[in-house]
């Protein structure tokens, strides 16, 4: 069975101090895919980022990263630099299925940056 | 034209009511999917419909009655609430028939049973 452990539930940080949301994975399958949202007080979703079990290179995308690690089942969020802008409940996913319709999400952990 | 339209934004209702909640999607996709977010709780997935079929439907109580009539469109029927239903409902989209899409999702209904 499939399951997302993210677990800092709370995070507070002053603006511009960098800080790592972890996310722990589990699954028995071979081909997965990994994935981050971000949910702003508005209530969206919004997609950030996917990754394939087959590419483990990290991927950095402005002050936003991404560690992943297999041989841990880790897939952490680095914010560098963090902002205001940035708080908000941040979302790990994890999906087996080719076709994309059985995402599991993590409980998320809420970040609040602090002017 | 946002990706993925809910409305409305937010619904007051009583138990004995019936209302509707509506999802509509620009982005071209064949998968739409109900989540219900309530406070302290993981996002639960309550339906999904794959070219227009339903293809899971997660122990959802009777008194939510999904309808996805084309694959830009779903509708979430709700009648006779309980007080615990009160939570915030978003709908999704994604491209079905390729591995590892990510989903997107509306700004979501805020529903509060009375």
């Known amino acids: 069975a499939q399951k997302v452990t993210q677990a800092q539930t709370e995070i507070s940080v002053v603006e511009k101090e960098d800080v790592t949301l972890d996310c722990v994975y589990e699954?028995?399958?071979?081909?997965?895919?990994l994935f981050w949202y971000k949910q702003p007080p508005s209530g969206e979703l919004v997609f950030l980022i996917r990754?394939?079990?087959?590419?483990?290179q990290n991927e950095i995308s402005g002050r936003y990263s991404w560690n992943f690690q297999k041989s841990t089942s880790s897939f952490n969020f680095t914010i560098t630099a963090s902002q205001v802008v940035d708080s908000a409940v941040y979302f790990c996913?994890?999906?087996?299925?080719?076709?994309?319709?059985?995402?599991?999400f993590g409980p998320g952990t809420r970040l609040s940056v602090l002017p | 034209e946002t990706g993925v339209t809910q409305t409305p934004r937010h619904l007051v209702m009583g138990m004995t009511n019936k209302k509707s909640l509506k999802c509509e999607q620009h982005?071209?996709?064949?998968?739409m999917y109900w989540y219900k977010q309530s406070a302290k709780k993981p996002l639960e997935l309550m339906f999904v419909?794959?070219?227009?079929?339903?293809?899971e439907n997660n122990s959802v109580p009777s008194r939510f009655s999904p309808e996805c009539p084309n694959s830009s469109h779903l509708f979430l029927h709700l009648h006779t609430l309980q007080p615990e239903d009160s939570a915030l409902y978003l709908c999704?989209?994604?491209?079905?028939?390729?591995?590892?899409?990510?989903?997107?999702f509306g700004d979501g209904t805020r529903l509060s049973i009375l």
């Open positions: 419909y794959s070219l227009e079929e339903r293809v």
């Open positions: 999704a989209s994604s491209q079905a028939n390729r591995g590892g899409q990510p989903q997107h």
């Open positions: 982005l071209g996709h064949n998968a």
């Open positions: 699954t028995r399958d071979t081909t997965y895919y």
């Open positions: 990754r394939n079990s087959f590419d483990e």
């Open positions: 996913a994890l999906s087996e299925d080719n076709y994309g319709q059985n995402f599991v």
